[in-house]
């Protein structure tokens, strides 16, 4: 492995970078450093971020420092990865009625698609949380099949409701709050990622696996 | 025992904040808590509560409240304000309320946010395991409107208490930003590095708990902004595309795509959220290992400044 940059964020963290583009091989090393520092840790680790090509680590600075964090992570990396365990998939529900995804006409003529074809392609990914990022329970989705790939659009659309089902390029997203958006809005999901369960208050971990199901308006009515 | 009061103005950005919710960015999640989280600890310990407790935070929007029901002895630290009930204070106050008096805390002659901790129990909601409330859901505790009440279960009365609180020199706004550059300083010529450390910038009234937009030279990138998104913190200094400058503070978007020209010290924060728009700031950079011996001295100033207001005054 080349080795990463080690760029140093005010008193507090280390930001480690794999390369400056998405790439799997980058990603890969986001997911090991995260996990041997979760199973591991270093005196004074408070949290990491992992996102697609750098992972964040903060530190308490009344306990360590930078040069001592950089050195214990040159430690972690040289372990060598845990076999990855086999995880069920995540299973989301989305109701793609037209009410519920007002671009599914547009996104289907751009890729040359019916909708129902659009809406099988969507269906057919396998997808994978990256990271999570902006807002709380905001999880990015990898895997959007290229038939479905589009460029966001030029400008955000407001006040997009809670549990739409949005995409943009490889990425897919359900979103937890109204937010303005300028990606895609193809289907809403009444699966919560947001849960009342303290003990696990996300529905995902970042690395799960995750598929889409469809269904009815009659199962999204009967499950808000 | 309860106490009540009405709430009968809240101005915007008014809301419950503690010690946040920390260790949850990975999930989105920034910690939020007060923006000055020293002022709030100080209101909590005067009272005897435990530091990071539940408050109100009151913006420059102020916040107007009748006590309707029962006494209680309560506790405003953090910035210039004013603060009128038996008469009238400056904010660093400990007074009694009892029911029928009005309790008005007003912008005064400096600083941004004021705390307003009870001697009790606030009661408020909370989100994953805190008070905080996350400007961006209104998760948590949630903000104050006009109309509205607060209630404060078992409410202490100890008028003992009752006087100054001390306010300590890095209480006080601070208009010298100590930063570390980066993580994207590679982005940019080191004429605009020269440009950041070199010249004075203002607040803008583009100030809210996300972060505040800066007026000042324009920092334009010379890299394409084509980089990932990436991991924010709070004191993160992005640079848009247009060459606007914004300090991310307590309820940052946890990732973005913007490059960081700098990342301010977290100990500076507390004071920097206490300019107002209009005031100047500069940034002066400090090398990692100065930054963590200013953050331990910091944190021991602070620590001795919070141990005495525990004793009894």
Redesign the interface.
């Known amino acids: 492995m080349t080795q990463p940059a080690f760029?140093?964020?005010?008193?507090?963290?280390v930001?480690v970078?794999f390369a400056?583009?998405?790439n799997d091989a980058a990603y890969a090393h986001v997911r090991h450093l995260d996990a041997m520092l979760a199973a591991h840790g270093f005196p004074g680790f408070?949290?990491?971020?992992?996102?697609?090509?750098?992972?964040?680590v903060?530190f308490d600075?009344?306990l360590t420092?930078?040069?001592a964090v950089i050195q214990a992570l040159h430690g972690l990396l040289a372990l060598k990865p845990a076999p990855a365990a086999t995880t069920t998939p995540r299973e989301v529900l989305v109701c793609y009625d037209a009410d519920f995804a007002p671009d599914l006409p547009e996104v289907a003529k751009a890729c040359g698609l019916t909708e129902e074809e659009a809406i099988a392609a969507h269906l057919a990914g396998d997808y994978a949380v990256f990271?999570?990022?902006?807002?709380?329970?905001?999880?990015?989705l990898g895997g959007v099949p290229p038939a479905l790939h589009l460029p966001r659009k030029a400008a955000a659309v407001r006040g997009i409701a809670a549990g739409s089902v949005i995409i943009a390029g490889a990425q897919c997203l359900v979103t937890?709050?109204t937010?303005p958006t300028g990606w895609w809005i193809i289907g809403r999901s009444p699966t919560q990622i947001l849960r009342p369960d303290?003990a696990h208050?996300?529905l995902f971990d970042?690395g799960d696996r995750v598929k889409f199901r469809r269904i009815s308006r009659r199962e999204f009515e009967a499950r808000q | 025992m309860t106490a009540r009061f009405q709430i009968t103005h809240a101005g915007p950005y008014v809301s419950v904040q503690d010690g946040g919710r920390?260790?949850?960015?990975?999930?989105?999640?920034p910690a939020s808590g007060a923006m000055d989280r020293l002022a709030l600890q100080a209101a909590n310990l005067a009272l005897g509560n435990p530091a990071p407790a539940a408050g109100i935070e009151v913006s420059l929007g102020g916040l107007a409240l009748t006590c309707t029901e029962g006494a209680v002895t309560l506790a405003v630290a953090g910035g210039g304000f004013i603060v009128e009930a038996d008469a009238k204070h400056g904010s660093w106050v400990v007074l009694t309320v009892q029911a029928g008096q009005r309790l008005i805390i007003r912008p005064g002659p400096w600083g941004s946010w004021a705390y307003l901790c009870f001697a009790g129990a606030l009661q408020t909601g909370h989100w994953?395991?805190a008070a905080a409330t996350?400007a961006?859901?209104g998760?948590g505790g949630g903000k104050l409107a006009a109309g509205g009440s607060l209630e404060i279960h078992d409410p202490r009365v100890n008028q003992a208490l009752n006087g100054p609180i001390p306010c300590p020199i890095f209480a006080r706004p601070r208009a010298n930003l100590r930063?570390?550059l980066?993580?994207q300083d590679r982005f940019f010529t080191a004429e605009t590095l020269h440009d950041l450390l070199s010249s004075r910038f203002a607040l803008t009234t583009a100030y809210d708990r996300m972060g505040v937009r800066l007026s000042g030279p324009a920092l334009h990138p010379a890299a394409p902004l084509?980089?990932?998104?990436?991991?924010i913190?709070r004191?993160s200094v992005q640079v848009a595309g247009d060459g606007v400058a914004t300090v991310l503070l307590a309820d940052h978007?946890?990732?973005?795509g913007y490059p960081k020209i700098a990342?301010?010290?977290?100990?500076d924060l507390d004071s920097f959220t206490q300019l107002r728009p209009r005031d100047a700031v500069t940034f002066q950079a400090v090398a990692?290992?100065q930054?963590?011996a200013?953050?331990?001295a910091h944190?021991a100033a602070q620590r001795a400044y919070l141990l005495a207001l525990m004793r009894p005054r």
């Open positions: 760029r140093p964020v005010a008193e507090h963290g930001l970078e400056d583009a998405i408070v949290e990491s971020i992992p996102a697609y090509v750098n992972i964040l903060e600075p009344l420092d930078h040069a990271l999570y990022g902006f807002a709380p329970g905001y999880a990015y937890t709050l937010m303290p208050p996300f970042v | 920390p260790k949850l960015m990975r999930f989105g999640v994953l395991g996350h961006l859901s998760f930063v570390t980066g993580p084509n980089m990932p998104s990436e991991p913190t004191g978007q946890t990732t973005g990342t301010a010290l977290d100990c990692p290992a930054a963590i200013l953050a331990r944190a």
